[in-house]
């Protein structure tokens, strides 16, 4: 029996040191890897200072309106992954893409992702590259907190929103993550920091993107190499593990009653009958019932909508824009 025991034993000290051997060798390729994919990372777009730490906001375009680009969790180069979508409104107007704290080109800031300090971060930056507001703010999932948040604050600096399947503020209350999901979340970022995310590529970046024809070659490679720097980092983190308070917070405010919303729900035919789905679109509607000028759209497609339907979310747009939104600006 001791002889087992003295066996089993050895077997795991050689079990564990066998994993953390591979970990550590995995952490170092992983670093070598961000060491040479490091020189494709030129900066593209303004870096601008807050908080003793840079942000990244991509400008293109010329026009009346500014459309600010707000990407959703974990959507870690938006620059490149929302490309197919802002090229569509540069013909008439300019685009703001906001890399907040955490993505692109900007820095991890490692701080408390609460509400405030998101978009007063978002507000200054844009400032500081150049974009004055009213904005049309396009948020993305996640993002749809701040959006609305930033409608409930300062109304007077969003002349629109166009809602791309945003997350609303009582959906994260209602169905606020549970414990075992934090844990996951805090789990899937060890992992990354360790370096692990570089054996699941699939998983680090959108493969839709790469197939689609509006990155070059090198675009691409930029993509994915901002992909595998950024993956899940603890900005990333943060954002979801507040996303409750972040959305409380919102929910005790009145809702932006004057700020037109387009929203863009996309219904997945494999999911069009879910209850899921179906509740989403009810979310939606109510809310929209609440504002003084809003329209509900279903587009057939994935989550990640923008990838898919960039035309018809573009003209959806500025329908709404000019027939509900200017429209209603002009004197009679």
Sequence with gaps: MKTICKVVKKLMIWLIAVILLGLVSIFSYHHYQLMKESALLTDEGSLVKVNDKKINVYNEGDGKDTYVLMAGSG??????????LYSKFLVENKIAVMERAGYGYSDVFNDARDIDTMLEQTREALLQSGNKPPYILMPHSLSGIEAIYWAQKY??????IIALDIGLPQQYVTHKMSLANRWTVRGVNLLTELGLHRLVPEMTYNPEV????FLTKEEKEIYKAISFKQFFNNDMKEELLHAYENSQKSINLPKPKETPILFIDAIAEQNKNSKYTKQQSKDYRDFAKQLNTSEVVEVSGTHSIYLYKPDEIYDLSQAFIKSKVDKKERPK
Excluded: F, L, T
Excluded at 75 to 84: L, Q, S
Excluded at 210 to 213: D, R, Y
């Design 75 to 84: 959507i870690a180069a938006p620059i490149y992954e929302m490309k197919g």
């Design 155 to 160: 109304p007077q600096e969003i002349k629109a």
């Design 210 to 213: 790469m197939k689609q024809s």
